[in-house]
């Protein structure tokens, strides 16, 4: 897979297990056809919907970024069983969270379930939230100006723009195009096919 998400051919990747899927490739996970079995894969569809799902993920967290005026965070906080089992570093790599130390990504588990805990069982704790709930301040990305711009850049692997130091510390991303066509160094875009 390119930067772009695009799933390359066994010509271009050099592995037998990316097969023709309609214009585009799919990776083969687990093929049981020979007994009967189903085939697993992995389309471009699936990764588009990741690339979707990320990019809204890390859109919200830039948006928050920018309100707060910075550029790096000190940490990730992730909650709930989402936080509780992803790997921090496979989703720095798709560029779903903003890029800090690994060591620095932490899961908070269940914390609406423990917040309301807190909140039954300690009155003191009941009196701070309700008055840190009035401090809340919401952003709805919908109406937010920058939602659009830093979803479109957000849809690359890991991001179009931000350069994600601390990830290029631990991993090498590959630096490859399948693109085709005479335009593919401009910018990644494919030619459509005429008819």
Do not use: W
Not at 170 to 176: F, K
Request: proline letters at 4%.
């Amino acid at each position: 897979m390119d930067d772009s998400g695009l799933l390359g051919s066994a010509d271009a990747t050099g592995t037998h297990r990316m097969i023709p899927d309609g214009r585009t490739h799919s990776y083969v996970v687990h093929d049981a056809s020979a007994t009967g079995g189903p085939v697993i894969s992995v389309t471009q569809g699936d990764i588009r919907a990741i690339q979707l799902a990320k990019s809204a993920l890390y859109a919200g967290a830039r948006l928050l970024m920018d309100k707060m005026g910075v550029d790096k965070v000190d940490r990730v906080v992730l909650a709930g069983a989402f936080g509780a089992h992803i790997s921090s570093k496979h989703a720095m790599v798709l560029g779903m969270i903003p890029d800090v130390p690994l060591d620095k990504v932490f899961s908070a588990g269940n914390a609406a379930g423990t917040g309301a805990r807190i909140a039954l069982c300690n009155k003191k704790a009941r009196t701070d939230i309700e008055r840190i709930v009035r401090e809340i301040v919401k952003v709805e990305t919908a109406i937010e100006p920058k939602f659009q711009e830093h979803f479109v850049a957000a849809n690359a692997i890991p991001h179009k723009t931000d350069t994600f130091e601390e990830l290029a510390k631990i991993v090498s991303l590959p630096a490859v195009s399948f693109n085709t066509g005479a335009d593919s160094g401009k910018g990644g875009r494919r030619r459509r096919r005429r008819d």
